[in-house]
């Protein structure tokens, strides 16, 4: 992506979102803090399908459905064109891209193993390597042998005697190989016993037969009389069964393969088996099982030379010996030395002569690769084990060794074993908490031009998010440097990036709010100075431009967040009930203030306002039409609630009710928050009801 300090990013038309213009500075975490609504997720959808390359048709404003194609106004994003590739963390990426059955998150040998120079190390193992592996990569005949001779040794079945009856061999000529020797009564069927289709043809006669009695001396198959040729008919199933025939077929081809692979004297006596009329009797078993023992010998030995690799060598306490053991006797596997054998075999162990050759160099090469890798694993498997235990999760991660990969398993910390299938046993917080690390990894191995966090961490309790934003934004392997879009309705983490911890940050944050007002989304930027205590939110409200009524709120706020309950609060308390003769409240009881209280009152209050007027502002109060003048005039929603609460004192017990009380009271939920007369936070639907009902006052 071309580097530039900030991006520009236009939204139109998407969703309930009319128009919206975003700051996005590159390569750095960029905080959008707004309330739910403003349309936060629809513009990280639009984004997304936008540098993605797909149509946005989907976040069609509904209100545009309706009209005709062409009169439709289409959903676009524009100043994106520098991003390349992007990666968002919402619902779907919990649910679709991590907890697979075989490892907690796909892909983990690419995001937390293979390193920037983890190639170079495998390139140069693998130079020491290329005599042998090149040989089974010229000669594809290699490749058929193998397979043979696995065919061949698998046909055995698994048995201690060495021969199980169940398996392939046994059911081929165990009982003697009858398609070689027909039995007398059946010589009629010789044609088709020794076809090239004879499996199909035993199956089908078997099938047909059991239809003979259904006519009365029917053939099923031509209708004429069998009574003279029914015993031999249905010899065909006493003597024949398809899936022995089938593997006797399959057993004949693969020795027939490997016929230049085993000695003559050995050929010869296993064609005079395959051709038994009778059982195999002991002496055969007991060649059969040698030939069984020399053929998985030489196939095991095989196997390893063409996989030989770091995998295979990585674990090994004495390579060299390792690589000796890998050479061939062949003498000693005399039912396979034969002239096309031992040219292989003489080829093969010369190519592994020139790997112990350089043993001295594969050690090193091996050693310093497994050493890197362990290294890596151990510092991603301290990282998140260290945010599990500070956020509070009683979990472990491995990442293990398997096969020729490294999988990332996850593990209860009071058990020994591996959970299959996190997403069964993972609460929906650890779940998510867990899915942030791990996108936050494929995040430093994609190495997206953008990647978006879409309300990651409101659902966590404040030790949790502190937690995950640590890991995701602090850490020695985090995210930053990168370009990051986090969107979120929770103020700690503005409170954190932006003010207690803003100096651990690096680069610092850029944070903003949105306000969303008839479609149109205002991005207002959130410096450190911004995020106040709710006293200094006071003292800055009521030396600033607010309204007379507004002021008098914050006033008796002043006092009840100093806890001072003296008679400046019950004179700005009276004020706001609309008394004309100012009273001190005690429980239920009330005693009017003389002159004196009243004179000290308003002097105690002019220290902080010097404008404060009660005779001005009650005339405000008492004039319902000139409060609602005041209303309608307000520009921040925050100051129309304040003024809409002294025209409705009694908003009832609704949505509305609970949202207006809980603004016009002490707001302390955080110790640090914004202004809401600069951060205009007041969903438009409140605003939108208040102004109904106000339009019906008076």
Known sequence: MAQSEFLELIFKNCGNCGFAVLQLKVGALNIKYGSNGVGKTTMARALKLQVRGEPLQTLMPFGERSKEADARAQPSC?????????????????RQFVFAPSELVQDSFDIFVRTADYDARMAEIDSHLKHVKQMFEDDKKLAQILADLDELGASFGKSASGIAKSGKLFKAIGSGNKIENIPEPLKAYSPFLTSPSKVKWIKWQIDGNNYSGIADDGCPYCVSPINERKEMIGGVAKEYDAKSVEHLVALSAVLERLGDYFADETCA??????CNKTTLNDEETNFLIEIRNQVETLHGKLGQLRTISFFSLRDVDDLEKAVKNLKIDLPLLSHLASKVSTAIVDNLNAK????LKEIGFLKGAVAKHHSAIKKTVQRHSTDINTFLQKAGYPYVVEIVPEGDSYKLRLRHADHHEHIQGGSEHLSFGERNALS?????YECLWRKPDVLILD?????????????????LFRGSQSLQGM???????????????????????????????????????????????????FAQICKTNIAGD???????????????????????????????????????????????????????????IKAIDPAFDYAAILAILTDKARLKETYQSAKAGYDKLQLFRCLVPDPGENVLGKHVKETYHIENDHIVQLNPRKFDGVPE?????CDALVKQIL
Request: with cysteine; aromatic share 6%.
């Open 78 to 94: 524009e100043g994106c064109g520098s991003l390349k590739s992007i990666l968002v963390f919402d619902e779907d990426y919990v």
């Open 269 to 274: 006596k296993l064609a005079k088996i395959l």
């Open 352 to 355: 592994t002569d020139s790997i």
């Open 436 to 440: 942030l690390v791990l996108f936050m």
């Open 455 to 471: 309300d990651p961490i409101s659902s966590f309790d404040k030790n949790k998010k502190f937690a995950v934003m640590d890991m």
């Open 483 to 533: 370009t990051a879009l986090m969107l979120t309705h929770d103020i700690e983490p503005v409170i954190d990036a932006g003010k207690t911890l803003r100096h651990t940050f690096n680069p610092t944050p850029q944070i903003s709010f949105l306000c969303s007002r008839g479609g149109q989304v205002r991005e207002v930027p959130i410096e450190p100075s911004d995020l106040q205590t």
């Open 546 to 604: 607010a309204n007379e009524v507004v002021k008098a709120i914050y006033l008796r706020r002043h006092y009840e967040i100093l806890d001072e309950h003296g008679v400046p609060y019950h004179l700005l308390s009276s004020l706001l009930k609309e008394k004309v003769d100012p009273v001190i409240r005690s429980g239920r009881s009330e005693i009017k203030m003389t002159q004196a209280e009243i004179d000290k009152a308003v002097m105690n």
């Open 685 to 689: 639907h409140i605003l939108e009801e």
